[in-house]
């Protein structure tokens, strides 16, 4: 009997925690983490540790299957026909209606070397239409702090030597638990040392339990808040003056801008009284430095990237930025994609664009393209570790989008309920079955690491990159794919990138950017955004006086809050992870469960704009009076999306609402 242990990094949230795998006779028997790794210092979360149990699942897929055309039932195929029947469609869908016309999807679970096959490959093939979870995952941020700090700089708050911390919408013990581990504790560790804490969200998470203030917010309102802050440290000369004056222009028009926004008006939105507001405004504007960390509690809302614009203009007008215990701002560590040869035909704009100039991706807007066949009809979708139907917004319609597609492949661990629908899914490999190069491009400092296989893939399965070398090949584009074994195409993207693999951490020096000015095309910080408005989006975070209240859906709907057994849509097969949470249950306060007369563990109907799901009740007082909170990623009836409308995303970075859309809670 062989024993031997391994070092790697899992990889099934972007924590990315250092992980030491136990082997007897080519099997992983357990995992720890890895005691080296200074972000997850030696500890991996629920789903990390059960890793073993994720890979040796008994419903792995394990071959290709291929739905039979006469009974609609999957049958199993070699890689080889799975392969001949893709390539033949995609050729089809080509031929007929253009190369734009086919889709690739990834989800979160895809990394650096599946992007770079994957790209590399829609280009070749010459579709535009490549999407991701950007719009989703950190959309709104990147264009609201690009438009204010400049980029590509990845923003983060030195929280340990901060003086005053306003956590916003965001829950770092639970959320990617080990990334945030070292948030958690800097936190702790500033809060200990005397730093004031408050805790911003419509949830009383137990961070907010534990903060000196507790901001109870009503969902969705975030902007109206930020605007009252700014309001009440403007009006009373709270500002930074000498860091305004020397490093930011647009504040004449900031302060003009910001004085109908005072914090009466936002409290009639925000329902946080006025004097707590500008409590919170004066803690935060003079107990320099300080720090505002914010997460996806405010990126999914309809004005999730004027949010996050005026929280940045909050951390620049009180001269946080680029100062030690402030804000923080860390030159990105660039990629470069693999090469393709310059003749290639132009691409054309992706089914996004013409509504999302600025975003990467959009994909939310997906099966409204398909349907409407707007700007041009959309034929195949390829899925690599996603799984749209349970995570788009607007299930019904993402059905019927799917329903349309000529050809629909997914490849994944387990057979999802977008893997139903599908035509051919492929069998995937989790991370102990695949290399990988980790940027690290969720922690500060973005150090670079890789990792081959720890064991040999099950049955079939084959890394994505492996399976898009295939599709390539069989394509006609075999130069590109020349890939034998992860080492070859982790040592390609390096050589492309010129990097060695062992990239130590980018050192962040306070005052250097101050120093050197900031990359907008001024070189300040732009409270003021001639790029937003030129594209026609206010230059100034804006909000309605007369905030509109929904008539017809007076409750607000939260969906998304985590829990550390699940990753997004994954893991409710694995029985020891589903122990814990065995089905999805609606939090709903005391207060409207008493008005409309049910009791914890009584079914409630909950009605959007857009669809009607039903829920066991939790009832609870942490939560804000008029809110109800499902979790995201459950299948079939539960799935959190039913509710959600696809049409109505933040206008500037196409994020969905997942998190402040009206509702009506009702017993069933
Ligand atoms: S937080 Fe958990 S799932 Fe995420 S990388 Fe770490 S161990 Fe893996």
């Given at each position: 009997m062989s024993h031997d242990t391994a070092w790697t990094f899992c990889q099934i949230c972007r924590a990315e925690c250092g992980m030491i795998a136990d082997l007897k006779d080519g099997r992983v028997v357990t995992v720890e983490g890895d005691p080296e790794d200074q972000w997850s210092r030696g500890k991996l979360c629920?789903?990390?540790?059960?890793?073993?149990?994720?890979?040796?699942?008994?419903?792995?897929?394990?071959?290709?299957?291929?739905?039979k055309r006469r009974t609609g039932e999957f049958q199993r195929a070699s890689w080889e026909e799975a392969i001949d029947f893709i390539a033949t469609r995609i050729e089809a869908t080509k031929e007929r209606y253009g190369p734009q016309a086919l889709v690739f999807y990834e989800g979160t679970t895809a990394r650096v070397l599946d992007e770079m096959v994957l790209r590399r490959l829609a280009r070749l093939i010459g579709t535009p239409n490549v999407t991701r979870t950007w719009s989703v995952c950190v959309g709104p941020k990147i264009?609201?702090?690009?438009?204010?700090?400049?980029?590509?700089?990845?923003?983060?708050?030195?929280?340990?030597?901060?003086?005053?911390?306003?956590?916003?919408?965001?829950?770092?013990?639970?959320?990617?638990?080990h990334r945030h581990l070292g948030i958690t504790a800097d936190i702790m560790a500033a809060w200990k040392k005397g730093a004031k804490l408050v805790v911003v969200d419509p949830r009383l998470t137990p961070m907010a339990a534990k903060a000196n203030s507790y901001l109870q917010i009503r969902p969705g309102t975030d902007l109206a808040l930020a605007l009252g802050?700014?309001?009440?440290?403007?009006?009373?000369?709270?500002?930074?003056?000498?860091?305004?004056?020397?490093?930011?222009?647009?504040?004449?028009?900031?302060?003009?801008?910001?004085?109908?926004?005072?914090?009466?008006?936002?409290?009639?939105?925000?329902d946080i009284p006025a004097d707590s507001i500008e409590q919170v405004a004066e803690g935060f504007a003079l107990s320099r430095p300080a720090s505002l960390e914010r997460r996806q509690g405010v990126?999914?809302?309809?004005r999730a990237t004027q949010t996050l614009r005026a929280m940045a203009?909050?951390?620049?007008?009180?001269?946080?930025?680029?100062?030690?215990?402030?804000?923080?701002?860390?030159?990105?560590?660039?990629?470069?994609s693999l090469p393709v040869p310059d003749e290639l035909p132009r691409l054309s704009r992706s089914f996004w664009h013409d509504h999302f100039p600025l975003a990467k991706d959009a994909s939310a807007l997906l099966p409204e393209a398909i349907l409407n066949e707007t700007p041009y009809p959309l034929h195949g979708l390829i899925v690599i570790e996603g799984n749209p139907l349970s995570c788009f917004p607007n299930t019904r319609k993402v059905r019927r989008a799917l329903a349309k597609l000529d050809l629909v492949v997914v490849h994944d661990l387990f057979m999802n309920d977008t893997a139903q629908l599908a035509d051919v899914v492929l069998p995937a490999c989790t991370f102990l079955e695949k290399g990988e190069i980790s940027v690290q491009s969720l922690r500060q400092d973005h150090p670079v690491r890789t990792r081959l296989p720890v064991v040999e893939p099950l049955g079939e399965a084959l890394p994505?990159?492996?399976?898009?070398?295939?599709?390539?090949?069989?394509?006609?584009?075999?130069?590109?794919?020349?890939?034998?074994?992860?080492?070859?195409?982790?040592?390609?993207v390096l050589e492309r990138a010129g990097w060695t693999g062992h990239e130590a951490a980018v050192a962040t020096t306070p005052g250097r950017v101050l120093e050197t000015g900031f990359t907008t095309a001024s070189g300040k910080i732009e409270l003021y955004s001639r790029p937003l408005q030129e594209l026609g989006h206010d230059p100034l975070p804006t909000a309605p006086m007369d905030w509109p209240d929904d008539i017809a859906y007076p409750q607000y709907l939260i969906t998304g809050a985590r829990v550390p057994h699940f990753y997004h849509s994954q893991h409710r097969n694995i029985p020891t992870l589903r122990k814990a949470h065995p089905l999805p249950l609606a939090e709903l306060s005391q207060v409207r469960a008493s008005e409309i007369?049910?009791?914890?563990?009584?079914?409630?109907?909950?009605?959007?704009?857009?669809?009607?799901?039903?829920?066991?009740?939790?009832?609870?007082?942490?939560?804000?009076?008029?809110?109800?909170?499902?979790?995201?990623?459950?299948?079939?009836?539960?799935?959190?999306?039913?509710?959600?409308?696809?049409l109505c995303c933040?206008?500037?970075a196409g994020a969905p609402r997942y998190r402040d859309m009206g509702c009506v809670v009702e017993k069933l």
């Amino acid at each position: 009997m062989s024993h031997d242990t391994a070092w790697t990094f899992c990889q099934i949230c972007r924590a990315e925690c250092g992980m030491i795998a136990d082997l007897k006779d080519g099997r992983v028997v357990t995992v720890e983490g890895d005691p080296e790794d200074q972000w997850s210092r030696g500890k991996l979360c629920v789903k990390g540790r059960n890793s073993p149990r994720i890979m040796y699942a008994k419903d792995r897929l394990r071959y290709p299957l291929l739905r039979k055309r006469r009974t609609g039932e999957f049958q199993r195929a070699s890689w080889e026909e799975a392969i001949d029947f893709i390539a033949t469609r995609i050729e089809a869908t080509k031929e007929r209606y253009g190369p734009q016309a086919l889709v690739f999807y990834e989800g979160t679970t895809a990394r650096v070397l599946d992007e770079m096959v994957l790209r590399r490959l829609a280009r070749l093939i010459g579709t535009p239409n490549v999407t991701r979870t950007w719009s989703v995952c950190v959309g709104p941020k990147i264009v609201a702090y690009g438009n204010t700090f400049g980029r590509p700089l990845m923003p983060w708050c030195d929280l340990k030597n901060t003086r005053y911390i306003i956590l916003w919408g965001a829950n770092p013990p639970v959320t990617h638990f080990h990334r945030h581990l070292g948030i958690t504790a800097d936190i702790m560790a500033a809060w200990k040392k005397g730093a004031k804490l408050v805790v911003v969200d419509p949830r009383l998470t137990p961070m907010a339990a534990k903060a000196n203030s507790y901001l109870q917010i009503r969902p969705g309102t975030d902007l109206a808040l930020a605007l009252g802050m700014i309001h009440h440290i403007i009006l009373n000369d709270l500002h930074d003056e000498d860091f305004v004056a020397a490093h930011t222009i647009g504040f004449d028009e900031l302060a003009e801008h910001i004085t109908p926004y005072t914090p009466q008006w936002a409290e009639r939105i925000t329902d946080i009284p006025a004097d707590s507001i500008e409590q919170v405004a004066e803690g935060f504007a003079l107990s320099r430095p300080a720090s505002l960390e914010r997460r996806q509690g405010v990126q999914h809302s309809a004005r999730a990237t004027q949010t996050l614009r005026a929280m940045a203009i909050l951390m620049a007008i009180t001269g946080n930025v680029d100062v030690k215990g402030g804000l923080m701002l860390t030159p990105y560590r660039p990629l470069r994609s693999l090469p393709v040869p310059d003749e290639l035909p132009r691409l054309s704009r992706s089914f996004w664009h013409d509504h999302f100039p600025l975003a990467k991706d959009a994909s939310a807007l997906l099966p409204e393209a398909i349907l409407n066949e707007t700007p041009y009809p959309l034929h195949g979708l390829i899925v690599i570790e996603g799984n749209p139907l349970s995570c788009f917004p607007n299930t019904r319609k993402v059905r019927r989008a799917l329903a349309k597609l000529d050809l629909v492949v997914v490849h994944d661990l387990f057979m999802n309920d977008t893997a139903q629908l599908a035509d051919v899914v492929l069998p995937a490999c989790t991370f102990l079955e695949k290399g990988e190069i980790s940027v690290q491009s969720l922690r500060q400092d973005h150090p670079v690491r890789t990792r081959l296989p720890v064991v040999e893939p099950l049955g079939e399965a084959l890394p994505e990159w492996k399976f898009l070398c295939l599709l390539g090949r069989k394509l006609g584009y075999g130069e590109y794919f020349p890939f034998a074994g992860d080492q070859e195409l982790i040592d390609a993207v390096l050589e492309r990138a010129g990097w060695t693999g062992h990239e130590a951490a980018v050192a962040t020096t306070p005052g250097r950017v101050l120093e050197t000015g900031f990359t907008t095309a001024s070189g300040k910080i732009e409270l003021y955004s001639r790029p937003l408005q030129e594209l026609g989006h206010d230059p100034l975070p804006t909000a309605p006086m007369d905030w509109p209240d929904d008539i017809a859906y007076p409750q607000y709907l939260i969906t998304g809050a985590r829990v550390p057994h699940f990753y997004h849509s994954q893991h409710r097969n694995i029985p020891t992870l589903r122990k814990a949470h065995p089905l999805p249950l609606a939090e709903l306060s005391q207060v409207r469960a008493s008005e409309i007369g049910v009791a914890d563990g009584e079914e409630v109907t909950i009605k959007t704009r857009v669809g009607t799901a039903v829920f066991k009740a939790k009832v609870t007082e942490a939560i804000h009076p008029g809110t109800v909170s499902i979790p995201h990623g459950w299948a079939g009836e539960h799935n959190a999306n039913w509710l959600i409308d696809d049409l109505c995303c933040d206008p500037v970075a196409g994020a969905p609402r997942y998190r402040d859309m009206g509702c009506v809670v009702e017993k069933l």
